[in-house]
């Protein structure tokens, strides 16, 4: 069975740090293409970064600076680390796998494309 796993979110005041883990099962991230998203309260899921094909990774504009993506092929898990967050960083952060293959190869990183949702990790910044 597919299982995605995240953990590592907690509550940090403004400016931390976090480092967010997805560890998975049922599939090998090292054939697959992997996103970090998130949902804030009040807005849409939104993309932050993901690995397209032979691991290039790839970064939102926005979410660029603040935010690294990384992984471990052996342990099947993929990593995001944040730093100088803010409260509007606040939200439930998930990762999930590219199912159409779409930006994998180089496309859009849209939701739409993506599936096997974790369960997702809460993060909340106080000011």
């Known amino acids: 069975a597919v299982l995605l796993l995240e953990s590592g979110g907690g509550s940090v005041q403004a400016g931390g740090s976090l480092k967010l883990s997805c560890v998975v099962s049922g599939f090998s991230i090292g054939v697959h293409c992997m996103g970090w998203f998130r949902q804030v309260p009040g807005k849409e899921r939104e993309g932050i970064a993901g690995f397209r094909r032979y691991g290039t990774m790839f970064y939102v504009d926005s979410m660029k600076g603040r935010f690294t993506i990384s992984r471990d092929v052996a342990k099947n898990t993929v990593y995001l680390e944040m730093s100088d967050l803010k409260p509007d960083d606040t939200g439930i952060y998930y990762c999930?796998?590219?199912?159409?293959?779409?930006?994998?190869?180089?496309?859009?990183?849209?939701?739409?494309?993506?599936?096997?949702w974790g369960q997702g990790t809460q993060v909340s910044v106080s000011s």
């Open positions: 999930a796998r590219d199912l159409r293959n779409s930006f994998c190869g180089g496309g859009y990183f849209s939701v739409a494309d993506f599936g096997d």
